[in-house]
């Protein structure tokens, strides 16, 4: 089955943070902290496939609460966003349970090695145009964009499309 056809059966989309969904470089304040960059697009799309019903986590090793209240403002269930994960696996699968979810019926995008073990249980692995070799050698699908760049506008639009929600739906005008 190729990457367009298995979008057909997803549910939900999980998303890493650091070269994903900010890009591969972090400014850091003058106290060290991490002070990362989001994308509006991805932030849309994120938004409204929440809106349109489909389950979106975020299993980062970052610790920064800021990250949370992101994904909070943009409508996520603060129970579906995972900071300080050390054992990626852990979280992705508690995400499978609490929802009943199939692996394959899950987009998982991530670029890196702390990536790997959960891309290669996930139904659609993807990643980012720079992500590590090893993460590029496994993903299904490879977005054109790079981190923090639309990437994950690319595969929640590719999705929606798949899925008639993409244009055609009256939320798709809101915010």
Request: proline fraction near 5%; glycine fraction near 8%.
């Given at each position: 089955?190729?990457?367009k056809?298995?979008?057909?059966?997803?549910k939900?989309f999980i998303?890493d943070?650091?070269?994903v969904?900010?890009?591969?470089?972090?400014?850091?304040?003058s106290?060290?902290v991490?002070?990362?960059?989001?994308?509006?697009k991805?932030?849309?799309?994120?938004n409204?496939?929440?809106r349109?019903?489909?389950i979106?986590?975020?299993?980062?090793?970052?610790?920064?609460?800021?990250v949370?209240?992101?994904f909070?403002?943009?409508g996520?269930?603060p129970?579906?966003?995972?900071l300080?994960?050390?054992?990626?696996v852990?979280?992705y699968?508690d995400?499978k349970?609490r929802y009943?979810?199939?692996?394959?019926?899950i987009i998982?995008?991530g670029d890196?090695?702390?990536?790997l073990?959960?891309?290669e249980?996930v139904?659609?692995?993807?990643c980012?145009?720079?992500?590590?070799?090893e993460?590029?050698?496994?993903?299904?699908y490879?977005s054109d964009?790079?981190g923090?760049?639309g990437c994950?506008?690319?595969?929640?639009e590719?999705?929606l499309?798949a899925?008639n929600?993409w244009?055609s739906h009256p939320?798709a005008?809101?915010?």
């Amino acid at each position: 089955m190729n990457f367009k056809q298995k979008l057909n059966v997803i549910k939900a989309f999980i998303f890493d943070v650091d070269g994903v969904l900010s890009p591969n470089t972090i400014p850091l304040d003058s106290n060290g902290v991490p002070q990362r960059m989001s994308n509006v697009k991805d932030g849309y799309s994120i938004n409204l496939a929440n809106r349109l019903g489909y389950i979106i986590g975020i299993i980062t090793g970052g610790k920064e609460e800021a990250v949370r209240l992101r994904f909070e403002n943009l409508g996520l269930n603060p129970a579906d966003i995972y900071l300080a994960q050390a054992d990626k696996v852990a979280a992705y699968e508690d995400i499978k349970a609490r929802y009943g979810l199939d692996d394959s019926q899950i987009i998982y995008m991530g670029d890196d090695i702390p990536d790997l073990k959960v891309m290669e249980r996930v139904g659609v692995p993807v990643c980012p145009a720079d992500a590590a070799p090893e993460i590029l050698e496994i993903a299904v699908y490879v977005s054109d964009k790079e981190g923090g760049r639309g990437c994950a506008r690319d595969v929640i639009e590719q999705t929606l499309r798949a899925h008639n929600n993409w244009m055609s739906h009256p939320d798709a005008y809101t915010w």
